[in-house]
């Protein structure tokens, strides 16, 4: 066995069958990955829909969050290394292929490898914003010169390296991908690769209100790493007041007309100010400061 797919799923019956159903058409053969469907203590029938797909192997736990759902698949995992894809995701034919084969045979033994990731069916304007912004861009985040990362809904890892790091930090409500590939980049572990061809669709809030709530999650998330982080990241009155403004500036472009440009700054205004209440609520929680 080469690969383990890891599926972290809660509440998520009306997207998990397609997931399989394109990880069962991989074009590897069939004994050379498996897939592990971690019910996160979903309400609906996912778990049932994760039993019709065979080989899939379903674990099941009580709610605790997605890194608490992928630690539990890192821990079931039976291959050398292990993809990360989503319940809301559909992997290209391709995809495990095209992972492997970037990493495997290198002189230098990468640490992993991230995929492209497009948007499926981005037919409402707030879905189409993220296809514009590159919101799920893995080669742009991996080039960020202080905290690189790679989304979870389309990476690779060596398992031996998850195992070191002791996986995700379940602490995180979101951010969890980039605090795992920083504890990943100090450890001696080889570079991180990108692979073009690993191609992942994804399915995108379909609304401007769906799209603000996960922002806001992205954005607690974000405090809760910046505070975690705090040595590095150095955050104060000052930088707290610059974000506010670039909010008000974002707010006078998103009235401003101009067809895919006008969508972008609208978008770029709603993900801005839902980040930014999410950081709030994070950053200068006392609860949340007690933890880390």
């Known amino acids: 066995m080469r690969v383990s797919v890891v599926i972290p799923a809660y509440n998520a019956s009306a997207t998990l069958g397609e997931?399989?159903?394109?990880?069962?058409?991989?074009?590897l053969a069939q004994a050379e990955y498996e897939v592990i469907v971690v019910d996160d203590?979903?309400?609906?029938?996912?778990?049932?829909?994760?039993?019709?797909?065979?080989?899939?192997?379903?674990?099941?736990?009580?709610?605790?969050?997605?890194?608490a759902a992928r630690n539990c698949g890192i821990a079931a995992a039976r291959a050398p290394w292990i993809a990360f894809t989503d319940a809301d995701c559909i992997p290209s034919r391709g995809w495990l292929a095209a992972l492997l084969a970037a990493v495997e045979g290198q002189v230098d033994r990468p640490m992993g490898v991230a995929g492209r990731t497009v948007g499926h069916q981005s037919l409402s304007p707030a879905a189409h914003y993220v296809d514009l912004a590159g919101g799920l861009d893995a080669e742009r985040h991996l080039a960020h010169p202080t905290f690189p990362f790679a989304p979870s809904g389309n990476v690779l890892y060596r398992r031996d390296l998850l195992e070191r790091v002791g996986g995700f930090d379940e602490r995180f409500h979101t951010y969890d991908a980039c605090d795992l590939h920083t504890?990943?980049?100090?450890?001696?572990?080889?570079?991180m690769l990108f692979a073009a061809r690993a191609v992942v669709l994804h399915r995108h809030r379909d609304s401007w209100p769906a799209y603000f709530r996960q922002?806001?999650?992205?954005?607690?998330?974000y405090g809760q790493f910046a505070w975690?982080?705090?040595?590095?990241?150095?955050?104060?009155?000052?930088?707290?007041?610059?974000?506010?403004?670039?909010?008000?500036?974002?707010?006078?472009?998103?009235?401003?007309?101009?067809?895919?440009?006008?969508?972008?700054?609208?978008?770029?205004?709603?993900?801005?100010?839902?980040?930014r209440i999410g950081f709030l609520d994070a950053y200068y929680s006392p609860r949340e400061r007690e933890r880390w």
Not at 20 to 26: E, H, I, S, T, V
Not at 47 to 62: E, G, K, Y
Not at 256 to 266: H, T
Request: net charge positive; proline share 5%; charged share 20%.
């Open 19 to 27: 997931c399989l159903r394109a990880l069962a058409n991989q074009r």
């Open 41 to 67: 203590g979903s309400r609906d029938t996912t778990a049932a829909i994760a039993r019709t797909f065979h080989p899939v192997r379903l674990i099941r736990q009580p709610n605790q969050g997605a890194p």
């Open 183 to 191: 504890r990943l980049c100090r450890l001696d572990s080889g570079p």
């Open 215 to 221: 922002q806001r999650g992205y954005g607690y998330g």
């Open 228 to 275: 975690h982080y705090r040595s590095a990241m150095t955050w104060g009155i000052g930088r707290e007041l610059a974000a506010w403004w670039q909010l008000v500036r974002l707010g006078g472009g998103a009235l401003l007309p101009g067809g895919a440009a006008a969508l972008v700054r609208r978008g770029h205004f709603v993900k801005a100010l839902a980040q």
